[in-house]
């Protein structure tokens, strides 16, 4: 079977730097992807990994490790703005995504 | 401007009683996607397309249909509405492929009672 965790809430202060941590179970899968979505909104892409290793973008970075079935987004220099859930999925081929629950993420001052 | 439209934004109707969500996009994408999100259990993909004609079920397709007659649209049915299908559901496309990412709707929100 294919399953995707993630933490359900984490709590952040402005400025600061934080990690959100995914771990799945599968077969096998193309690509990992991480979107960013605010309440009530469409979720949005953040970035995507391939290989192993770091992507950065920006404020955003994104690691994945396939032989730990591991994956985690860094957000730094947090932002109120940042407050949003975060969702972690993988592309598993033949046009199929699955995703995680997603991560509440709380920015406070 | 590049988007995925969808229709209605909210929608409140009663059970059994047939409606269609329509869903657009004008980024020449072959892949389209339907997905549903319930609280504490993420986006679940109900249907999906890669390309006109061509459509295959996700991981909870029961319940719903999808046409793909032309590559811009891929609306859903919901034949028979019932309570456990209200939900917040979420249209996406993409060029596919491993580095492609979805470009969601706005999503609509539907209540059966």
């Known amino acids: 079977g294919q399953n995707i965790d993630q933490p359900t809430e984490m709590t952040a202060t402005e400025g600061a730097i934080v990690q959100i941590n995914c771990t799945y179970q599968t077969s096998g899968f193309n690509g990992l992807f991480w979107y960013q979505q605010h309440a009530g909104e469409a979720p949005t892409f953040l970035s995507y990994n391939v290989l192993d290793g770091l992507e950065e973008k920006g404020r955003f970075s994104s690691f994945l490790s396939r032989s730990k079935g591991y994956s985690y987004l860094l957000l730094k220099e947090l932002q109120m703005k940042d407050s949003a859930s975060y969702l972690c999925a993988l592309n598993t081929g033949g046009f199929k995504t699955i995703f995680g629950a997603g991560t509440r993420l709380f920015v406070k001052a | 401007e590049a988007q995925v439209t969808q229709n209605p934004r909210y929608l409140i109707t009663v059970t059994g009683k047939k409606l269609t969500v329509t869903c657009s996009q004008n980024m020449n994408h072959e892949y389209m996607s339907w997905y549903r999100q319930d609280p504490g259990l993420g986006l679940r993909q109900i249907y999906y397309?890669?390309?006109?004609?061509?459509?295959d079920k996700g991981d909870v397709p029961e319940g719903y249909k999808v046409s793909r007659k032309e590559k811009r649209n891929f609306p859903l049915i919901l034949e028979s509405p019932s309570p456990n299908q209200t939900s917040l559901y979420f249209c996406a496309s993409s060029l596919g492929g491993a580095r492609s990412p979805l470009h969601f709707g706005n999503g609509t929100r539907l209540t059966v009672t």
């Open positions: 397309s890669m390309n006109v004609e061509v459509t």
